[in-house]
């Protein structure tokens, strides 16, 4: 681990017993940072509060209402997830794993495995949150793309340009605004919106 401080690891347990032997786990296996959750209420807000680096949920047999409550967190806070349970179906665990919870493990709670499930769970949530990123990217680059062919059609009509022309334009005026082709060619539709 080098000089990198210990993660913050919260562990979500109303269960006192498995708690303890989750934060010894944690402890022994070198994580120093350890926080316990014990209600359920308000967990959002809990987990926002601490603002941990790592989330450890440990449910004995999670009902569909704890579950759902569970995932809206995962897809809230957008970090590592690793989430043990007795006993499981495999519904839960494809919903889990859909909804970012980025190690799912059934009747797992072992002391000397910990290390190994969070290092697994935080390459996956990271590989997991690149994936997500690139996808954004092409999706605003796509959305761009379609933007600026619609500002380039409204000034090859408006100003008898061909495409070629209508593109340079657009980004000669980027350049010279400094702003990006995507936002000037917002402009112009917008604007045209506005003066039909």
């Known amino acids: 681990m080098g000089t990198e401080p210990s993660p913050k690891i919260v562990i979500v347990d109303e269960n006192p017993v498995r708690a303890a032997i989750l ?11 350890v926080e316990h959750i014990r209600e359920m209420q308000n ?10 680096d790592v989330i450890v949920i440990d449910l004995e047999n ?3 209402d704890v579950l759902e409550q569970m995932f809206q967190v995962s897809r809230a806070v957008r970090r590592p997830i690793a989430m043990f349970v007795d006993q499981s179906d495999t519904d839960s ?9 980025s190690a799912y493990i059934v009747d797992g709670l072992k002391k000397e495995r910990m290390r190994a499930i969070l290092d697994l769970c935080i390459s996956r949530f990271n590989a997991f949150s690149k994936l997500q990123d690139e996808l954004e990217r092409t999706k605003s680059a796509l959305e761009d793309r379609k ?9 090859m009509k408006l100003k008898g340009l061909s ?5 340079v334009l657009l980004r000669s005026t980027a350049m010279r605004e400094k702003k990006k082709i995507g936002d000037i060619a917002q402009s112009i539709i917008t604007a045209a919106e506005l003066l039909k």
């Open 23 to 33: 934060e010894d786990g944690l402890r022994e296996a070198g994580f120093s940072r």
């Open 62 to 64: 999670p009902s569909r």
């Open 163 to 167: 495409e070629e022309e209508a593109y």
């Open 93 to 101: 665990i494809r919903e889990s794993v859909d909804a970012g919870v």
């Open 43 to 52: 967990l959002l807000a809990r987990i926002y509060a601490l603002d941990p």
């Open 147 to 155: 933007i600026i062919d619609r500002a380039k059609g409204m000034l």
